[in-house]
């Protein structure tokens, strides 16, 4: 193989890596859909404790998160590292909407000065993950 | 000497399997269709070429059903990404002229 021949093949693996890593970018959608979603729960929940308005919530929730994992699911590209990402973004998420939720509840019941903030740091971590991957789907390898 | 050609992957080389192992390389994954539309090549030819990567152990090969629709998703083994690497490692070299200049610049 000739030295313009190796060029040519590495130019040609850049520009598909390139386009296949592109078709990853939806994992960012992902993350603002789910970050704005838990974001309005945690907001509902903290500021309109009531048992309707809570189970209202709780019920839309779910229904979007179902909507937004069978849209998942059907994406063709799994980005690369996104099982382990999205696990320490889920993780995150986990501790950050149990810590608001129970330091709130007990501690700060309806005031908006924790619960409006705790509700925009239950949408970072898969914001932050999201970002990542579609950083990840931008860059060259 | 060792020349960089010498360490280049006879399956990996040809160039429509070189896109398919590049493409699938970027991803964890990928639907057949995706891959077929990435690499500009007909369903048959991928198809051909999937079972060469995976009769050499480089790709895996995953057919699921989502609701009515079955799906074929490919992607790279370990021992496909590490050939892959040490193709690209050795078309590198080659490209950069880290090797031994022979007459014909091969």
């Known amino acids: 193989m000739r030295q313009n021949e ?3 093949a590495l130019a040609l693996a850049r520009k598909v890596e390139s386009r296949a890593r592109s078709g990853g970018g939806w994992y960012m959608g992902f993350g603002l859909a789910f ?3 838990s974001c309005l729960l945690t907001l509902t929940i903290g500021l309109y404790p009531t048992p309707w308005a809570m189970g209202l919530a709780m019920g839309l929730f779910w229904v979007f998160l179902a909507v937004l994992i069978t849209w998942a699911v059907t994406r063709a590209v799994v980005p690369r590292g996104f099982g382990r990402l999205h696990g320490v973004g889920m993780g995150v998420w986990g501790l950050a909407y149990g810590l608001v939720l129970l330091l709130g509840t007990r501690h700060f019941p309806q005031d908006p000065s924790w619960w409006v ?3 925009v740091v239950t949408a970072l971590p898969l914001l932050v993950t999201g970002y990542l991957s579609l950083r990840r ?3 060259s390898a | 000497m060792n020349h960089p050609r010498d360490r280049l992957d006879e399956v990996i080389h040809a160039p429509v399997r070189f896109s398919i192992v590049a493409a699938l390389a970027a991803v964890e994954s ?3 269709r ?3 539309d990435t690499v500009e090549i007909t369903d048959s030819a991928l198809s ?3 079972t060469v990567l995976e009769k050499a152990g480089y790709v895996r090969v995953h057919k699921i059903t989502v609701g009515r629709r079955a799906r074929t998703s490919l992607a790279l083994t370990k021992e496909g990404r590490t050939a892959f690497a040490e193709h690209v490692r050795a078309l590198g070299e080659i ?3 880290e090797t031994l200049r022979t007459p014909d610049g091969a």
């Open chain 1, 6 to 8: 190796a060029r040519e």
């Open chain 1, 35 to 37: 970050g704005a979603a």
């Open chain 1, 117 to 119: 903030p705790g509700a």
């Open chain 1, 137 to 139: 789907s931008r860059n």
């Open chain 2, 30 to 32: 990928a639907e057949f």
């Open chain 2, 34 to 36: 995706f891959v077929r």
């Open chain 2, 48 to 50: 051909k070429q999937v």
């Open chain 2, 95 to 97: 490209a950069s002229g």
